[in-house]
């Protein structure tokens, strides 16, 4: 499969602007890479592929819920998508079950979203405008223009509108991952990427990266070292210190309590919060703060809250 589909799944729930309900945002397959920078397929969705987003409800960094996604192969340039939700046991599992939330929902490829509604659910998922701000090239010097790389860049998202009341009775911790069929004669499924924070695997590299990507949160612990050790490279930390900040980066979740309004790295991420700018300053232990590019202008205020794409099919 490649990363046609399974590039940097990420997680953003913020509250909507009824009090009652929560916007869980998972973004995978970017336009354009980065590395190398060239264009990605035109299929939105891989149909052999899962997309989930996990919710754990009472600390442990285990799944207790998760809301998985399902795309159909496409037909004429057309997708449609399945939305199931699992609890209890069978969150943090592989299989591919669960109760169906919505089904038959269409792909959106073009400039108008198509949102389906049921259950006290809204759900959209297609091509949309990156909401991700960033001056990937001054990364590579650490000297910032504000040139944004992805201001003109789509990317594909799955948005889920929930009721407050289905995520539990108090603050919960997120992430999303993407899973592909196994290898072997056995089937299955195994996880080939995951996040919630943005920005963290550039802590990594080669097999620890590898490594990162197919684990889970609870596990988290055994990266302590290796963050710490690009913190002390990238940002002049002493080793105790930056053994206490990499504990502050693991393990990979974003908590969330849908009665506060949200705000990053606290509460959530909201589409405007400058999660780069955040990740940056810890990166370089408060040296540089900022990159200069800021919040896109093309943001809608109604679901699915994300702008059109710039390329619409």
Not at 13 to 41: Q, Y
Not at 295 to 305: A, G, K, N, R
């Amino acid at each position: 499969m490649g990363t046609r589909a399974l590039t940097s799944p990420i997680c953003m729930p913020f509250r909507n602007r009824d009090a009652g309900k929560s916007i869980l945002i998972m973004d995978v397959h970017p336009s354009l890479g980065i590395d190398p920078p060239e264009p990605t397929t035109s299929e939105p969705f891989a149909p052999e592929a899962l997309y989930e987003l996990k919710i754990d409800t009472d600390g442990d960094a285990v799944a207790n819920i998760t809301y998985r996604v399902r795309f159909s192969p496409s037909q004429g340039g057309a997708q449609t998508a399945i939305l199931r939700r699992i609890d209890g046991a069978q969150a943090a599992g592989t299989a591919d079950g669960g109760q169906v939330v919505v089904e038959g929902a269409p792909v959106s490829t073009g400039r108008e979203a198509r949102v389906t509604e049921a259950g006290g659910y809204r759900f959209f998922a297609g091509w949309r405008s990156d909401p991700f701000f960033c001056d990937v090239e001054g990364v590579q010097n650490m000297q910032f223009t504000g040139h944004d790389f992805f201001a003109d860049k789509d990317v594909c998202s799955i948005v889920i509108e929930v009721p407050n009341s289905v995520l539990g009775p108090r603050e919960i911790r997120l992430w999303a991952r993407t899973l592909a069929p196994a290898d072997g004669a056995d089937g299955g499924w195994s996880q080939v990427d995951r996040g919630a924070r943005p920005s963290q695997t550039p802590l990594l590299t080669g097999a620890e990266r590898d490594a990162y990507l197919a684990g889970e949160p609870a596990d988290d612990a055994r990266f302590v070292a290796v963050f710490a050790h690009s913190l002390e490279h990238t940002g002049g930390y002493s080793p105790s210190e930056a053994k206490r900040v990499a504990t502050t980066l693991l393990p990979d979740l974003l908590s969330y309590d849908p009665t506060r309004p949200a705000s990053f790295p606290d509460n959530g991420r909201t589409l405007t919060d400058d999660a780069f700018d955040c990740f940056l300053r810890i990166m370089t232990n408060g040296k540089v703060t900022e990159d200069k590019a800021g919040p896109h202008d093309d943001l809608l205020t109604e679901f699915p809250y994300l702008g059109p794409p710039h390329k619409a099919a």
